[in-house]
């Protein structure tokens, strides 16, 4: 994982960690109500270090460097910064700044399961890049029966429509008749329900469970989300092909 250790201006810190504006920031630091490792700081341009301790108004702000969450995503909410029509996932988080943040990975707004979210694009390059090969665990319901030979088709890659190369190989685990568990290492679009789509079939339900070695904490209730660990995060850059 890298992070950026540089110090950084106490107004700019400020504005990125809350919802307050760049002048309205420099106004708080300047009236005392910014105190930094305890001590009171009137320059807005005072560099501090990454592990400084910032407090406004009594309360210490999260440290500088980037964040990375997870999400238990409802139906009928999209992955997306701002939508008309639907809930977006920053809809449902409780952080400051939340438009700074994206998904890793997006899923379609019937689709429910394990986002990840982080102002980190590399972090984020590093999951959603197919040369990366990190791997995407998908539960999947059908509408018919799914076949055996649909295992080896998978393996080998499918053609799906408009699409001018095959899906990467996929691991298909049948569970049941009409149930199975899907690996993917790419992110096509709609690509689960467009490969059973071209073996003739139907997805009905679809539920990511993991990405790479992260697995949606079952402890989270739809719509719930919680800060990754470090080994979490770091699981990320050292994901191999399983």
């Known amino acids: ?74 139906q009928d909410v999209v992955c997306a910064a701002r939508d008309r029509r639907h809930s977006t996932v920053l809809d449902l988080l409780d952080e400051d700044n939340p438009e700074h943040l994206h998904a890793a990975g997006r899923l379609d707004i019937d689709t429910t399961g394990l986002v990840l979210l982080s102002d980190d694009g590399n972090w984020s390059h590093a999951i959603t890049s197919p040369q990366r090969k990190c791997w995407k665990t998908y539960y999947v319901e059908t509408a018919d029966p799914i076949p055996e030979h649909t295992v080896t088709q998978f393996a080998q890659g499918v053609f799906l429509k408009d699409d001018k190369a095959r899906t990467l190989p996929a691991q298909l685990t049948i569970l049941d008749e009409r149930i199975a568990r899907l690996k993917i290492c790419e992110g096509r679009y709609h690509q689960v329900k467009r490969m059973f789509g071209a073996e003739g079939n139907a997805v009905v339900r679809l539920h990511r469970e993991a990405i790479g070695e992260i697995h949606l904490d079952a402890e989270l209730l739809e719509g719930e989300y919680r800060a990754l660990s470090a080994e979490e995060i770091a699981s990320v850059y050292h994901t191999e092909t399983k």
């Open 1 to 74: 994982m890298k992070t950026s250790n540089k110090p950084i201006r106490l107004d700019r810190y400020l504005a990125s960690v809350t919802d307050y504006s760049r002048s309205d920031a420099k106004k708080l630091i300047k009236s005392g109500d910014v105190r930094v490792d305890g001590s009171s700081v009137r320059d807005p341009g005072q560099l501090i270090p990454a592990e400084a301790g910032v407090t406004l108004m009594g309360s210490l702000l999260r440290p500088l460097g980037p964040r990375y969450l997870m999400l238990n995503k409802p």
